[in-house]
Structures are given as structure tokens and as C-alpha cells.
């Protein structure tokens, strides 16, 4: 089975350019999270997805950053304009329902290291 | 709000020691825990998780974790770590029943020398 892709696995960029994070959830996973992991810190949620709708995006900072999953499938990240502060590395995750408990069991991508120069 | 605290940042070990990484998490309700890990140069892994019932949970690659929810803790072990084990491990928790936030702690750097 495949897992969660990101894509770039890199981006360096100078700060006040856009730039912009995809990912493709295992198939057939319903649910898709964006977190951010600062250096030396765990990863933290910024958006999560049902299906094509956010259901949750109370730590995404809206002034800059926006997210979108068309078709319920992939999704796009993105930052414009990028800050210094931003520099970290950018992870997907996606889950299926698991029917028994009713919980999630995430599954990861290996993210995008983002440096703002 | 819920948090995770993981009590050592760098743990140093050699081959063969016996490893116990401390979690504990601020959550009055019923949780669902997880361990991740992550090798170096590679994605997040779920290494094994606790939902509900026996409160030992046995993971991959000879790992184990028990949830003692009197001490708010859900500490991972393995009795014999290997060099392969080399790498970061998170502690996540969620307050269960419907959704709710993964919540991560900062992570314990393990550097298991030959």
C-alpha cells in the first residue's frame, strides 16, 4: 500500500515569496491533516479535512497561509507571503475511520523542510 | 487544554541496555495514547497505540508501552535496544470519543551506540 507523498521534500525560498506544499492521502483515507514541526518541537496542527470540507482550522494563521482540498482527494498548502518564522518542516498525515473504536490512527508523510532565507 | 510532556530530551544509550522513555499527559477525561518514531531521514511512524483495554500494549520491533492512568503516564519501554533503534520518538495524545486534536509532545532524541 502506499503511503501518504509529499512533494517537495525541500524548498528554500526568500522570505515574502509564496510558496506551496502538496499531498496525495493513502487512498481511500477520507480524512487529511496539515501539521508544522518547528526544530526541536512535535508536530502541530494547523488544518484538518473531511472529505473536502475544513473542519478544522483554528490554528491555521489565515492572513498568510491557506490550504484547499478539491475533490476530497489532494491538497495544497500555502504560504504567501512566506516569513522567517516559517522555516520548519510541513507534514501530511491522513487517516481512515477505524470502525471498532471509532478512532484515528494517523498516518504521515515525510513532510517538506521549508527554509525562509 | 491537553498537553504532553516527555521528561528526556537526548537519551544516550549502547547496545543492549534496557530503554524506558517517560510520557506523561494533562487530560481529566478518557485518552487514546500513541508512541511515534521517526528514523533518521525518514517519515513519522506509528510505532503502537492504546485505545482501550489491556493496559500494556506490545508494538513493533519488540517495543511496549503501559498506561498507567493514575499517574497520567504512558511510558515506552524495550528491555534490549539495538543500534537500529536509533532515532526520535514522540508521545501523542487525544481526549477519545469522536474527534479530537492529536496532541504531540517534544520528542525524546535516543542515539543507541554500538
Known amino acids: 500500500e502506499a503511503g501518504v507523498v509529499q512533494s517537495p521534500r525541500y524548498k528554500i525560498i526568500e522570505k515574502k515569496q509564496p510558496v506551496a506544499f502538496w499531498c496525495n492521502p493513502i487512498?481511500?483515507?477520507?480524512?487529511l491533516y496539515w501539521y508544522r514541526q518547528n526544530l526541536g518541537q512535535g508536530p502541530e496542527l494547523l488544518i484538518r479535512?473531511?472529505?473536502?470540507?475544513?473542519?478544522?482550522d483554528s490554528q491555521l494563521p489565515k492572513d498568510r497561509f491557506s490550504a484547499e482540498r478539491l475533490k476530497g482527494v489532494d491538497s495544497t498548502l500555502k504560504i504567501q507571503p512566506a516569513e522567517l518564522g516559517d522555516s520548519a518542516v510541513y507534514l501530511c498525515?491522513?487517516?481512515?475511520?477505524?470502525?471498532?473504536?471509532?478512532?484515528?490512527?494517523?498516518?504521515f508523510g515525510p513532510g517538506t523542510r521549508l527554509t525562509v532565507l | 487544554a491537553q498537553s504532553v510532556s516527555q521528561h528526556n530530551h537526548h537519551v544516550i544509550l549502547s547496545e543492549a541496555a534496557s530503554l524506558e522513555l517517560g510520557c506523561n499527559y494533562s487530560?481529566?477525561?478518557?485518552?487514546?495514547l500513541f508512541w511515534y518514531v521517526q528514523y533518521p531521514g525518514q517519515h513519522l511512524q506509528l510505532l503502537l497505540k492504546?485505545?482501550?483495554?489491556?493496559?500494556l500494549v506490545k508494538g513493533i520491533k519488540g517495543f511496549e508501552a503501559e498506561f498507567i492512568k493514575s499517574k497520567f503516564s504512558f511510558n515506552l519501554r524495550k528491555p534490549s535496544v539495538q543500534w537500529s533503534d536509533t532515532a526520535e520518538y514522540f508521545c501523542a495524545v487525544t481526549a477519545s470519543g469522536g474527534y479530537n486534536k492529536l496532541i504531540f509532545g517534544a520528542g525524546t532524541r535516543l542515539a543507541v551506540h554500538p
Open positions: 492504546y485505545f482501550s483495554g489491556d493496559p
Open positions: 479535512y473531511e472529505n473536502e470540507e475544513a473542519v478544522d
Open positions: 498525515a491522513s487517516s481512515p475511520r477505524d470502525t471498532v473504536s471509532g478512532t484515528d490512527t494517523q498516518y
Open positions: 487530560y481529566g477525561g478518557t485518552v487514546n
Open positions: 487512498s481511500g483515507h477520507n480524512t
